[in-house]
């Protein structure tokens, strides 16, 4: 599991005070070593009455749960964090608050400089690379969310697969550390989950979709769907993509609009150099 990594709850605390204009969401901090899931201590808060806004950190996790059911691997040296929520939205929009979040997160790391961008629907991309990902879980009653864990993974020193990147070596490799520890990057991430969240609810679901497409690397993308030929051109109030097809009616070139849902096509990495 590689060196343990001690984690300054100080540092974190007296970072946040010092960015934070106002406070949207009252974060309470719960910090530990090692845990299967930080989403998972998040439900057990919730469950013994924890307030919105509290947020669990983990230096590893032992059962890290990503997207589509995969496992997280969670090794000491990256960030795992789960901020616990109680948002006003129905079923049928709760991918607004991955899309929020993976807005929020990788604003805020461009305002230090550090160029992320999204790929749909909850990865953060680095020079093409997968920097980390989001994993929203909710509870469901009578159609409307009641509770939501957003969980966030981000690669900072753990080692990464070929297709992934970490922060710490990208900033070697670029000779300039705008994020000098993880409980900087912790305190940007946790920036960002709440200028994410505060954009949805205050500013509404449609200006929150025109920022998240201009963080949107796979915009004009040519992907197939059932052997047919679309292109990126933004995404749903639902989170699915919409591809403009291009199909051939007799001789005639017709362009319908489609959307797929989340999981349904995949859309690869590395497509810029690095
Ligand atoms: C993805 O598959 O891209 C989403 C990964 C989300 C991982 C994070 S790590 C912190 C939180 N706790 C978990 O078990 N998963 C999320």
């Known amino acids: 599991m590689g060196t343990a990594v001690e984690f300054n709850q100080q540092l ?7 960015e934070r204009e106002h406070s949207y969401l009252p974060f309470s901090l719960h910090i530990f070593d090692s845990l299967t899931s930080t989403n998972q201590t998040a439900w057990n808060l919730l469950k013994q009455g924890a307030k919105p806004g509290c947020v669990v950190i983990a230096t590893q996790q032992t059962a890290g749960k990503g997207q589509w059911g995969r496992q997280w691997l969670s090794p000491s040296g990256g960030l795992y964090l789960s901020v616990a929520i109680t948002p006003k939205l129905e079923a049928t929009e709760s991918y607004q608050l991955t899309l929020a979040t993976a807005w929020g997160i990788a604003a805020q790391l461009q305002k230090c400089d550090v160029r992320v961008g999204i790929k749909w629907p909850n990865d953060l991309v680095l ?3 997968k920097l980390g990902g989001i994993l929203t879980e909710t509870k469901i009653h009578k159609g409307q969310i009641t509770q939501a864990v957003i969980g966030v ?3 900072w020193a753990n080692p990464v697969p070929q297709t992934g990147i970490n922060l710490e070596l990208w900033q070697g490799s670029q000779n300039f550390r705008p994020i000098p520890s993880l409980e ?10 709440e200028s994410g969240l505060e954009c949805l609810t ?3 679901i449609n200006i929150l979709l025109s920022r998240y497409v201009e963080l949107l690397t796979n915009m004009g993308d040519e992907v197939y769907v059932n052997n047919l030929l679309g292109t990126v051109v933004g995404v749903t109030p639902q989170g699915n993509l919409r591809l403009k097809m291009a199909v051939y009616n007799t001789q005639e070139l017709i362009t319908p609009e489609i959307s797929v849902e989340p999981g349904t096509i995949s859309l690869g990495y590395c497509k810029t150099s690095v």
């Open 202 to 204: 205050i500013e509404g």
């Open 184 to 193: 900087i990057l912790a305190s940007t991430v946790l920036l960002g989950i």
């Open 127 to 129: 020079d093409g690379r």
């Open 153 to 155: 993974g981000i690669n």
């Open 12 to 18: 974190l605390v007296n970072t946040l005070k010092a």
